[in-house]
């Protein structure tokens, strides 16, 4: 009688990720952010707690864990105590359906794919998932008792259920060029046209990615959280396990949001160049690597935005999402649909539309430098004398 | 019972669709507010209707304190007034009582002065660049520029043995004498001064994100800067090119050459890029007193207990927020009988209700960065 | 006052060798003029009538003592007339013996003349001084300030309150009577036997010098 029944499987990763992907959280990524950011600050991060600082997470994990637990006087008790589990739940959950790898071979008959599960509305499913997550803000907002939360926890709410729109019409893009809401599918699909969908898909990308760091309240779209407008927002009152967890939601968010992308648009597990010779040197990275790699990569640049970037003002950052991200992707939805109907059951449509936005791409980037090399010699040409020149004189 | 009935049996409750007006309290307490400023907003949703400034809460009776103390006992109180730029205000101080007494002031002590107040602006106009990025979420130019304040600091604390109240100038001139190396260490840290503040810029200025928060937020006019009594970064950007150090020289401005930047729009991405440029400036300065600097008495003749004549005077300084002026009334004996500190910050504060009607929240914190108070001396 | 960037005089004691610090203090170089033939003072004269009391000049800068009733009518003039478009400063001193007890101090300042003029008006304790919050809006502050600091109200002020001590607060602390050390407000810790943030009064036994 087999013990790895798949069901049992099915459970073991279950914990494992509930486990470990908290744990990666306050060890690695938080201590990442904190050490990137810090570099790019001119200054080294956390670096006293254990060899190189690694130690910090566990260091944070006590303080929070030990802290006193406190509510707010005429808060309501039982929504204030709720709404970091609604902040964190959903966004658990949602890491059942990121495939991390194809299926392993455990054993001689047991092998398992590298997902707790793949339901046939993948996507569907994360963005509806992540959507609950929104209602701990809110609630964590109002029931805080205090005016600053408040509005706060409701910019944040806006500006949540503002950017799913653009989110959903960009994987849309994707979606008709997979004809399947599973990840499972997609990445396979991905395989099998040798393309990843970030080429024709470009526009969708950036939209995608964009949308998600709208989503998780990150720079530059953190105004909700932000210290110096409401002091902290939404989880102003929340100290503790409470803020542990508020914290930890946003992070999961992020990680999802990194996983979704690697999924949809960047391969997945796949290896770059799969049919290249010369790079058959990169098989020896098991697929599951490349996944972590890939993700990572997003996550860098989640840490990146956020040193680099100040932010957006509220109206700014609604009059960005509704006036310009949502035209761009009900267009780019008609344009890789026209793509894709004028070759129909070949990907000759795609290839093309790939080669169109990339050279799209590097034009703007182009112009985009242009220009701003025009707007520096204007600068400078109206700047008093003697600003850079030698300091002879 | 339905919000009609209610409208009808208690009008006096707000139904759903009545405007309110919610009143903020934003500060004492408040990361964005530079110091204990309290500000009492009237909001309708996010503009702000109203924004009412209550200060006082850092009042020390810094005036009081001078009545009763001689008069080189009273250089420390300045410094305490603007903190982040200490030596202006020692400077405006020491202005005031020589222009009293008639004292003139050596030429390398007046070099000195010039160079401890250039390093002073930039140091502050650096402080004011890394809290007005972090106040609108650009985390890193505050670390680039507080390195650089860190070099400044080290200059101050090897002259004068402090890093912020610096108490750095005797009435007639100066405490001490430079340190050997001195100008050589300000001269290389001035070389590498312009390449840093592009790398600020390189972060800021044409970041559309910045523009987006700072342009057109806040803009007044040059008339209405003169009106209010605007002084500083606010009147040249708002199109007036008037610097105390080129319209009414003191100490060896008026041999230095440096230009006035000034903008036109009024608005805080001109302030931005004034104070900027007033850096590039500063760097200007400084080389040049660096090149002229020559040996001599660091102090004037100046007599041993000061008692100057029954009179009064006014003498200001272009401080980095502004005109700094000391109005001091003597009555013969070694103690003013007044002496009345006019703070830059204190009278461009009046202006924040101005500038933030109309815009919202967010632009608050903005507009508190860039009009750059410093409570010390708002408060005195 | 024109430019200050020349020096001023040189003093009375020679410049001999190294005797830098003379025993005894040294006499006033520069004594203060008769200005009433200054042209700004003759303007005024003649555009306020009745207005100008005297006029003097010390270290180049011309002070013009004015009538407390026509302050207001001065600084309009001053503005409009004689462009001194930018008022510097206005604040006030405590001669405490004196009659009138108080003296108003007004700066102004012109770009064209690139020079200030000093306007001062007696004030007796109890007097109202006109307020020049309409004429110069920066005034408006600094005359909330003379009336905490001094206790001298301006008539016509939009707002006179107190600005750096608080509603309620016993006493204006740049008056010569009062004391150093401040006074004992009770304020925040025994709200409910004194007023708001004032303490006891001045016949209170209980009002002590806080040292």
Known sequence: MKVLTPTVLTYIKVV????????????????????????????????????????????????????????????????????????????LTALALIPFGPSIRLSRDVSTPLYVTDINIGLLFLLAISSIGVYGIILGGWASNNKYSLLGGLRSAAQLVSYEVPMGLALVAVLLMTRSLSLVEIVERQERIHLWFVFPGLVAFFLYFVSGVAETNRNPFDLPEAESELVSGFNTEYSGVKFAFFFLGEYTAMIIISCVAVTVFFGGWLAPFPNVKALAFLK???????????????????????????????????????????????????????????????????????????????????????????????????EPAGSRSGLKG | MTDENRAVEHPEVPTLFDVQEMELNFGPQHPSTHGVLRLVLKVDGEKI?????????????????????????????????????????????????????????????????????????????????????????????????????????????????????????????????????????????????????????????????????????????GEECIERGLTGPLLRASGVEWDLRRAQPYECYDELDFAIPTRVNGDTYDRYIVRVQEMRQSARILRQCIERIEPGDIRGKVPRVIKPPAEEVYASVESPKGELGFYCVSNGTNRPYRMHCRPPSFINLQALPRLAKGHLLSDLVALIGTVDIVLGEVDR | MAEEKAPPPPTA??????????????????????????????????????????????????????????????????????????????????????????????????????????????????????????????????????????????????????????????????????????????????????????GPGPNDPNRKVVS
């Open chain 2, 49 to 221: 209707l109203e924004a009412i400034p209550d200060i006082g809460y850092l009042h020390r009776g810094t005036e009081k304190l001078f009545e009763t103390e001689t008069y080189p006992m009273g250089i420390p109180h300045t410094d305490r007034l603007d903190y982040v730029a200490a030596a202006t205000n020692n400077h405006a101080f020491c202005l005031t009582i020589e222009k009293l007494l008639g004292v003139e002031v050596p030429r390398r002590a007046q070099l000195i002065r010039v160079m401890l107040d250039e390093l002073q602006r930039l140091s502050s106009h650096l402080v004011w660049l890394g809290t007005s990025g972090i106040d609108l979420g650009a985390v890193t130019p505050f670390w680039y520029a507080f390195r650089e304040r860190e070099q400044i600091l080290d200059f101050f604390e090897e002259y004068c043995g402090a890093r912020l109240t610096l108490n750095c100038m005797r009435i007639g001139g100066l405490p001490f004498d430079l340190t050997p190396g001195w100008v050589e260490r300000v001269a290389e840290f001035v070389d590498d001064l312009p390449a840093r503040i592009d790398d600020y810029e390189q972060l800021l200025t044409d970041n559309r994100i910045w523009k987006k928060r700072t342009v057109g937020i806040g803009v007044i006019s």
């Open chain 3, 13 to 198: 004691a020679p410049a001999a060798g190294g005797e830098a610090k003379p025993k005894e203090a040294a006499p006033p170089k520069l004594g203060a003029t008769d200005a009433s033939g200054h042209p700004w003072v003759r303007s005024l004269s003649s555009g306020v009538p009745d207005a100008v009391v005297s006029a003097k000049e010390f270290a180049r800068q011309v002070t013009v003592v004015v009538k407390r009733e026509k302050v207001a009518e001065v600084a309009r003039y001053l503005k409009e007339k004689e462009d001194f478009r930018y008022c510097v400063d206005v604040t006030a001193v405590d001669w405490k013996k004196r009659e009138p007890r108080f003296d108003v101090v007004y700066h102004f300042y012109s770009f064209s003349k690139n020079d200030r003029i000093r306007v001062k008006c007696g004030a007796a304790d109890g007097e109202e001084v006109p307020s020049i919050a309409s004429v110069y809006l920066a005034a408006d502050w600094s005359e909330r300030e003379i009336w905490d600091m001094f206790g001298i109200r301006f008539a016509g002020h939009p707002d006179l309150r107190r600005i750096l001590t608080w509603e309620g607060f016993n006493g204006h602390p740049l008056r010569k009577d009062f004391p150093l050390e401040g006074i004992d407000t009770g304020a925040a810790i025994y709200p409910e036997e004194w007023p708001e943030g004032a």
């Open chain 1, 16 to 91: 494992l990720l509930v486990a470990l992907v908290p744990a990666i959280i306050g060890f690695v990524i938080v201590l990442a952010e904190r050490r990137f950011m810090g570099f790019m600050q001119v200054r080294l991060g956390p670096n006293r707690v254990g060899p190189k600082g690694t130690l910090q997470g566990l260091a944070d994990l006590v303080k929070l864990v030990t802290k006193e637990d406190l509510t707010p006087a005429r808060a309501e008790r039982a929504v204030f105590f709720l709404s970091p589990v609604l902040a964190v739940i959903p966004a």
């Open chain 1, 284 to 382: 020896i990275i098991p697929p599951f690597a490349w996944f972590l790699i890939k993700a990572a990569g997003f996550l860098f640049a989640y840490i990146w935005f956020r040193s680099t970037f100040p932010r957006y003002r509220f109206d700014q950052l609604m009059a960005l999402g509704w006036k310009w991200m949502i035209p761009a992707a009900l267009v780019n939805i008609v344009i890789v649909a026209v793509a894709i109907l004028a070759t129909p059951g070949r990907t000759n449509g795609l290839v093309t539309l790939s080669w169109v936005f990339g050279v799209l791409f590097v034009a703007m980037f182009l112009l985009a430098r242009l220009r701003q090399a025009l707007t520096r010699r204007d600068r400078l040409a109206a």
